[in-house]
């Protein structure tokens, strides 16, 4: 006979073997997690952004050098027309110094109707490498003389100048738009004051104003400033802060000895020309956090003694002063010890930098550093 074996009853099959119990992260693990991992956060953000503004920086300083080469290529074609800067471009903010050839724009802006809004130099230097529809610059020579069009400059740039219906001919292009960002003025990020752009809230005069006047912007899109400097300035005297006739007399300079070399008020839209009681200038505030712009005063009356005072170091004229001369100056210096600026028979770049403050240590420009920066 079979011997069988009687299933077990029900309820009584064996369990399986109990695995051990899955041991959860405790509170003291968890915080030390997060910890660690916002601690490895804290370092890297600030080593990316620091590696983002770096590479913004050799962006900038690209631009400048299209810049440079556009300017010498400028200067190469044009250098009969504009003496008063050395065949540059000018940067005048104001009606020029008197010379004949800066007449002939009437002491415009030579692509705005007359009465014209204030510009600056920020805006020349895009409208006179490139054209101010980034088309090309009209040549005043290239401008026929019928119906008095070489004085009409506002409209050099328009469909039908000649009435006739064909267009000046153009200039090459001296900066390739393409490499260079070019912003309109309206659109810039921060906030303008708008009493240092006069026709901001005014109606539009023309086809062309000057909210639309285009600017080269940094990797930050901010204005890249233009300052051309006066040919006809004397060396000792490096700034002024406006612009005066040809015959009037200077009084603004750190020497007073004749006409400055450069003029605060060409980009004192952007850099403004004043500073409040709680140390913030009127200029252009890109970064909406009421940002002092140092170079808001000019220190156009300093003289050498006053400008090693450290009370003055906000100021244009420390800012464009020539360095070995500046590290020549003790307090025993002679007041009227002879100053002169960088760049005398040239041009000023400066971007803002990542700071959006014009003047200070992190400004991209084409002036040479200081030594102990």
């Not at 005297?237 to 000895?257: C, I, L, R, W």
Request: hydrophobic share 35%; net charge neutral; with cysteine.
């Amino acid at each position: 006979m079979r011997n069988t074996v009687n299933p077990p009853a029900l309820g009584t099959l064996p369990c399986p073997r109990r695995r051990g119990r899955v041991r959860a992260f405790s509170l003291v693990e968890l915080l030390t997690v997060i910890f660690i991992i916002s601690l490895l956060i804290a370092i890297l953000v600030p080593s990316l952004s620091a590696a983002r503004n770096q590479a913004k920086k050799t962006v900038t300083k690209s631009a400048l050098n299209a810049i440079e080469t556009g300017l010498q290529m400028f200067q190469n074609d044009n250098a009969s027309s504009f003496p008063q800067t050395n065949g540059f471009p000018p940067s005048f903010s104001h009606p020029p110094l008197g010379k004949a050839n800066f007449e002939s724009h009437l002491g415009q802006f030579p692509f705005l109707p007359n009465p014209h809004p204030l510009v600056y130099g920020a805006h020349w230097l895009p409208a006179m490498l490139m054209g101010v529809d980034l088309q090309g610059y009209v040549q005043r020579r290239s401008v026929p003389r019928a119906n008095n069009l070489r004085d009409r400059p506002w409209l050099w740039y328009t469909p039908d100048p000649t009435g006739d219906g064909k267009l000046i001919p153009r200039a090459p292009l001296y900066a390739d738009p393409g490499n260079l960002r070019t912003v309109a003025t309206k659109d810039l990020p921060g906030r303008p004051n708008r009493a240092l752009f006069p026709n901001w809230n005014a109606n539009r005069l023309d086809e062309l104003d000057m909210q639309d006047l285009p600017v080269i912007v940094d990797a930050w899109d901010q204005p890249i400033l233009y300052y051309a400097a006066n040919t006809h300035g004397r060396a000792s005297n490096m700034v002024a802060d406006v612009h005066f006739e040809k015959n009037s007399e200077y009084t603004g300079g750190p020497q007073e000895t004749g006409p400055p070399v450069y003029f605060h008020q060409d980009n004192e839209g952007f850099t403004g020309n004043a500073i409040d009681a709680e140390g913030v200038s009127n200029g252009w505030d890109f970064g909406g956090g009421e940002q002092r712009h140092t170079m808001a005063l000019s220190g156009a009356k300093l003289s050498a003694q006053d400008l090693i005072d450290p009370a003055n170091r906000d100021t244009f004229a420390r800012y464009v002063v020539d360095r070995k001369i500046f590290g020549t100056l003790t307090a025993n210096t002679p007041e009227t010890a002879p100053l002169r600026p960088v760049n005398r028979d040239t041009y000023l770049l400066i971007s803002p930098g990542v700071d959006g403050r014009y003047g200070t240590n992190d400004d991209v420009s084409n002036l040479p550093p200081w030594p102990n920066n």
